[in-house]
């Protein structure tokens, strides 16, 4: 089944240790969106690619990058986590053609600092 | 500014009918999209709606005023599955979706 996979689920760091977050993709869309969400709020777009073009939303904190090398693969780099990074991190992907630009999601992976 | 709005809570009783609304303002429109978000989950896709209007899809329907900036979820012959966090989300001119923080639905037997 054409699908989103993030990985891992569940990720621990330490206060200020790097870590990556990885996407990837069976849907062959364009576009590729990373999103954080903390608990009972609306999911915050971080950033998002429409093919190797790159968009950084303009609140996006400096600690926060991303890449994604190929169609199918999209990483979201936590420089140096604060404890105020903890929160779900969702990748989810788009055709960017069509009527209707449904965003499919991954399963999330829940980010905990120590 | 771009604005989302959603009841945080609502309850309903297994078997029964009930409305989240939503109501919205944003730079430009191309469309109006609901999922649905189950605890520690991702959220999937409900509906979507570009004109004004009503669509159904088995249990659940959704709807859109345009001119009044404002859609609705209902859902029908509610069952305990179906607690779950309800999203609404405008897609706006720039083609980026502007998410509403979620109204929280809970399934009472």
Same mark, same amino acid.
């Given at each position: 089944?054409?699908?989103v996979?993030?990985? /891992?689920?569940?990720q621990?760091?330490?206060?200020g240790?790097p870590?990556?977050?990885?996407?990837?993709?069976?849907?062959?869309?364009?576009?590729m969106?990373?999103?954080?969400?903390?608990s009972?709020?609306a999911p915050?777009?971080?950033?998002?690619?429409?093919?190797?073009?790159f968009?950084?939303?303009?609140?996006? /904190?400096?600690?926060?990058?991303s890449?994604? /090398?190929?169609?199918?693969?999209?990483?979201?780099?936590i420089r140096?986590p604060g404890l105020?990074?903890?929160?779900m991190?969702?990748c989810?992907?788009?055709s960017g053609?069509?009527?209707?630009?449904?965003?499919?999601f991954?399963p999330g992976?829940?980010?905990?600092?120590l | 500014?771009?604005?989302?709005?959603? !009841?945080?809570?609502?309850?309903?009783? *297994?078997g029964?009918?009930?409305q989240?609304n939503?109501?919205y303002?944003t730079s430009?429109f @191309?469309?109006?999209f609901?999922?649905?978000?189950?605890?520690?989950e991702?959220p999937?896709?409900?509906s979507? @709606?570009?004109?004004?209007?009503l *669509? *159904?899809?088995g249990?659940?329907?959704?709807?859109l005023?345009?001119s009044?900036?404002?859609?609705?979820l209902?859902l029908k *012959?509610?069952?305990?599955?179906?607690?779950a966090?309800?999203?609404?989300?405008?897609e706006d001119?720039?083609?980026?979706?502007?998410w509403g923080a979620?109204?929280?639905l809970?399934?009472k !037997?």
């Open positions: 089944d054409a699908m996979i993030q990985n /891992p689920r569940y621990v760091t330490q206060f240790k870590v990556t977050l990885s996407c990837s993709q069976t849907l062959n869309h364009n576009v969106y990373w999103y954080q969400q903390k009972s709020q915050k777009l971080l950033f998002h690619y429409y093919d190797k073009d968009n950084n939303e303009a609140d996006t /904190p400096d600690n926060f990058q890449r994604r /090398p190929n169609t199918s693969f999209c990483f979201l780099d140096s105020g990074d903890a929160a991190y969702l989810a992907t788009s053609t069509g009527d209707v630009n449904e965003q499919f991954g992976t829940r980010l905990t600092v | 500014g771009q604005n989302i709005d959603q !009841p945080t809570e609502m309850t309903a009783t *297994e029964a009918i009930v989240i939503c109501t303002q430009g @191309n469309g109006l609901w999922y649905q978000q189950h605890a520690g991702a999937t896709f409900l979507y @709606n570009v004109l004004d209007g *669509e *159904e899809k249990r659940f329907s959704s709807f005023s345009r009044k900036g404002y859609s609705y209902l *012959e509610l069952q305990m599955k179906d607690s966090s309800y999203l609404c989300a405008v001119s720039n083609y980026q979706l502007i979620g109204t929280k809970i399934i !037997p």
